[in-house]
């Protein structure tokens, strides 16, 4: 069982910048997919962004291309979401999650989830 931990939300200024953690213990392998998605109060979960473990391939919701970034640290089992020029409109609990294929974390289906870290973003 793969467990994951997010970390960094916090309350940031529209403009500003702000980095996510997700670490990942357990039973972990090197071709998962991980990635981010965030709901906001009275809104569905969203997709965000995902990396392929193994090959470092990225995808971006349109809402948040140029603005963050996803990467991970294969020696840390942890994958990042940079996040720079902050709106309010990206004020959601931000969720990391883990599965074996693409589509099934794409679609809002993956293996594992973490319990969400939150942002907040004032105007």
């Known amino acids: 069982q793969v467990q994951l931990v997010e970390s960094g939300g916090g309350l940031v200024q529209a403009g500003g910048s702000l980095r996510l953690s997700c670490a990942a213990s357990g039973r972990t392998f090197s071709n998962y997919v991980m990635g981010w998605f965030r709901q906001a109060p009275g809104k569905e979960r969203e997709f965000v962004a995902i990396i392929n473990w193994s090959s470092g391939s990225t995808y971006y919701a349109d809402s948040v291309k140029g603005r963050f970034t996803i990467s991970r640290d294969n020696a840390q089992n942890t994958v990042y979401l940079q996040m720079n020029s902050l709106k309010p409109a990206d004020t959601a609990v931000y969720y990391c999650?883990?599965?074996?294929?693409?589509?099934?974390?794409?679609?809002?289906?993956?293996?594992?989830w973490g319990q969400g870290t939150q942002v907040t973003v004032s105007s």
């Open positions: 999650a883990a599965g074996r294929t693409l589509i099934k974390v794409r679609i809002g289906t993956p293996d594992y």
